[in-house]
């Protein structure tokens, strides 16, 4: 699939290296059955407009998702490439393609699935109401923080997020797994809770909204209008600007960097205000907004159609 990002960090090379080198010593388990019944999802745990009413998810390390990998109620997804996952994924680590989390239509390729899509793969991989899913990728957080959204949005909130991915995980010289996992297919299902998204209309709104704050988390580049990425360069006019790479802390395998709040707080992006979260595709912003739901923010969205969207429209205002 093409890269929807234009910066991310380059590691999956490193990891495949590894698991060669580890080969010898890789285990693996298939994915618990659990509980395959019918189950409907309630979306009423998260609610963006009420903060006591938000579930507040939390990180995992790697030493402790070892420890852990044998309980029956963990379901572990992987967002990398096929060949990726193919090479080296952590053990009993179901696998999530990029492609699978985005809509995929021209121009703004990284809108939501339709329901259908979404019911297919996580059916696919087994997902149940009763199991608690670890979201991980190899490359810092955009994947897995798009998988978060994506289980905010189909009401599943009860997630962990491997602090770092794949990068910590070798780090911490812990094993991977070549051979692939079979999952039992579940019968779950879901409606849509469309509070974790925001839509071409509510970024428009917001634009004379002081309690609402619009991150673009691309380049400053891109955010300068200096480079072209969509018909029109530039930003949302008011949207403050913060990097999804300066959330990543390089000398910790790529977990999450300290003192994020402040860094936040210090750009006007704090919690009590309603935060909508941009990039390109709505894929390194799937870091942004999963950053956020860490730290407890109540009020953060996603503006999922992102510049791809409102860079393409002649209707929607610009600044340089």
């Known amino acids: 699939m093409p890269s929807t990002s234009t910066s991310r960090p380059v590691i999956s090379r490193s990891i495949q290296t590894r698991c060669v080198v580890i080969a010898s010593a890789l285990l693996s388990r298939p994915a618990h059955p659990g509980n395959r019944e019918g189950q409907h999802i309630s979306s009423a745990r998260h609610d963006p407009t009420r903060g006591s009413d938000v579930t507040t998810p939390a990180t995992i390390s790697p030493t402790a998702l070892h420890d852990r990998m044998q309980a029956e109620d963990l379901l572990v997804m992987q967002v990398t490439s096929p060949q990726v996952y193919a090479q080296a994924h952590l053990p009993g680590a179901v696998h999530v393609a990029p492609a699978d989390l985005i809509g995929g239509e021209p121009p ?4 939501l699935p339709p329901r259908d899509a979404l019911l297919a793969l996580f059916r696919r991989v087994g997902l149940t109401a009763d199991r608690t899913v670890v979201t991980c990728d190899d490359e810092g957080g955009g994947w897995a923080g798009r998988l978060a959204w994506t289980l905010d949005v189909i009401g599943h909130t009860d997630w962990r997020y491997l602090d770092g991915g794949m990068h910590a995980w070798a780090a911490a010289g812990l094993p991977f797994s070549d051979t692939p996992v079979e999952p039992v297919p579940s019968s779950l299902d879901f409606d849509l809770d469309p509070r974790p998204v925001a839509e071409l209309k509510d970024v428009l ?3 004379d909204m002081p309690d609402t704050v619009i991150w673009d988390c691309r380049s400053a580049e891109e955010y300068a209008g200096l480079k072209r990425t969509a018909a029109r360069n530039g930003h949302i006019p008011g949207a403050v600007h913060l990097d999804w790479l300066d959330l990543m802390d390089r000398e910790r395998g ?9 860094r936040l707080a210090a ?3 704090t919690r009590d205000r309603d935060v909508i979260t941009h990039c390109q595709t709505h894929h390194r912003s799937g870091l942004t907004y999963m950053a956020a739901r860490l730290l407890g923010y109540p009020r953060i969205r996603a503006y999922h159609g992102s510049w791809s969207e409102w860079g393409n429209r002649t209707d929607t205002p610009v600044e340089r």
């Open 267 to 269: 750009r006007g992006i």
């Open 254 to 262: 790529l977990a999450l960097a300290g003192n994020l709040e402040v």
């Open 205 to 207: 709104k917001a634009l």
């Open 108 to 111: 703004a390729v990284g809108r």
